[in-house]
C-alpha cells in the first residue's frame, strides 16, 4: 500500500472518530467543532486520491526540493 494511501485511510478513520465523537452529545458548539474537523479529515483523505486537486495548506503542496 502506498503513502498516499496509508495516509488516506488514515484521514478517513480520523473523520470517523470525529464524527463519532460529536453524535455523543457535547454542547453544540463541540459538536461543531468535531463536525469542522471531520470534514477537514475527509477533505485530506480525498486529496490523497491519485489525481486530486492539491487543498490549501496540505503538505503535497509544498515544494520538498
Do not use: K, Q, W
Amino acid at each position: 500500500m502506498s503513502d498516499a494511501s496509508n495516509r488516506a485511510d488514515r484521514y478517513r478513520e480520523l473523520a470517523e472518530g470525529c464524527r463519532r465523537l460529536a453524535a455523543i452529545g457535547f454542547s453544540a458548539e463541540t459538536r461543531n467543532h468535531f463536525l469542522r474537523m471531520a470534514e477537514h479529515y475527509s477533505t485530506l483523505a480525498e486529496a490523497e486520491e491519485p489525481g486530486a486537486p492539491p487543498v490549501e495548506g496540505h503538505p503535497a503542496e509544498f515544494d520538498h526540493t
